[in-house]
């Protein structure tokens, strides 16, 4: 059985009409987790001092006072604040150091963070890409400086490049950062030459239209030996569900046997160097129905169930 952090106050980052990452996303998350075994936690807030294991406490006190009174403010060109962001985005924070917690702890081998805004773009000091904080790389900063743990590895396997996991962890030697990516696509960033201060970031871009079975070929071929090669104590995930075939933000044509594939190795890995411990948190997946198919996939085999 695995954790599943949420919280109602996901719902309260709103973004504008027609903005792909919307409340709605959580509707579809929750449908697919209907009727998987999972304990349910709610995700708690965290406060801007825990931001700052990342990102400058100007920058996080700059997020903070942008958040409107009501409507909107607009941080970047696709980036919103409504007057519920801010918890939303410190509860993501949260509930992600909590599900780490837990499973540093032994309550559980596996969690799943279903929350919103998501985070894997947001860089050192800028907000982007739908997203405030860079909510996994601070849960590996807390494996790391909090739990003393020597080595901690996140797998990214969102459509787009986390530019700001990237960025934020680029100096930080105690973590590899693997990215699965589409190529040419936003933002911009996830070339192979990308390798980070220690050479402990693996970038994989992946040609549009590729779909499961190049992307399995890579993952055993690039991503998944020196994941095994790193040994991690911790394995965390950012899930971003955008590679699906029915997502309208790119095109990398993969299922969601394909997410249960690749959740499953990553299992496998983490069962033999980390005693099984995998935290996921979730990014991006704009179709509904997509994104349901996904979450019940990767979370049915983060439960046992897969």
Known sequence: MALVFSHAAFAGHVTPPGH???VDRLRAVEAGLAGL?????????????????CHPRAYADRVAAA????????????????PGSLEAALRAVGGTAAA?????????????VACRPPGHHAETAKAMG???????????????????LSRVAIVD??????????????????????SSHQMPLYPGTGSAREQ???????????????????????????????LMDWRPELVLISAGFDAHADDPLAGLEWQAE????LTTRICEIAADCAAGRVVSCLEGGYDLAALQASVAAHVGVLAGQG
Request: charged share 25%; net charge negative; glycine share 12%.
């Open 37 to 53: 075994e999972v304990d349910r936690r709610e995700a708690p807030l965290a406060d801007l001092d825990a931001v700052t294991r």
């Open 258 to 261: 394909d997410y249960a594939w």
């Open 157 to 178: 396997f969102d459509v787009h490049h986390g530019n700001g996991t990237q960025d934020l962890l680029w100096d930080e030697g105690r973590c590899l950062f693997a």
């Open 20 to 22: 792909p990452e919307r």
């Open 67 to 82: 958040v409107p009174k009501a409507g909107w403010a607009q941080l970047d060109g696709d980036t919103f604040l409504s």
């Open 196 to 226: 980070g201060a220690h050479g402990q970031i693996v970038n994989a871009p992946l040609p549009g239209g590729s779909g499961g079975a190049e992307m399995r070929r890579v993952y055993e071929t690039v991503i998944f030996p020196r």
């Open 100 to 112: 780490v917690d837990a499973v540093l702890g032994g309550t559980a081998e596996k969690a799943f």
């Open 130 to 148: 739908f997203c405030l904080f860079g909510t996994v790389a601070i849960a590996a900063k807390r494996a790391l400086d909090h739990h003393g």
